[in-house]
């Protein structure tokens, strides 16, 4: 759960790259503005996309750990004569 709330805060903090105008480099006359330079904001809202990486890598690692945990329980079913292999639950 947590590593999902970790992954959402980061990919929301990082839609402010988008709606944000003062996170590009404003057009001072010179040709190095707009994308993809960035702006000091620019810069520290980039910090994110590790946070969302690692997020992101944890929630799969979890559920990962969690499927391998979860047992499984054999189910004789009335159509096929052999078991059939059903999560428990």
Do not use: C
């Amino acid at each position: 759960m947590g590593a999902t709330l970790s992954f959402l805060t980061a990919f929301v903090t990082l839609s402010f790259l988008i709606t944000t105008p003062e996170a590009w480099v404003p057009a001072l006359g010179d040709a190095q503005h707009g994308f993809p330079y960035l702006s000091g904001g620019g810069r520290l809202v980039l910090k994110d996309v590790m946070l969302l990486a690692g997020g992101l890598l944890i929630m799969a690692d979890s559920a990962r750990a969690f499927f391998e945990r979860r047992p499984f329980v054999t189910l004789q079913t009335m159509t096929a004569s052999k078991n059939a292999t059903a999560p428990a639950e």
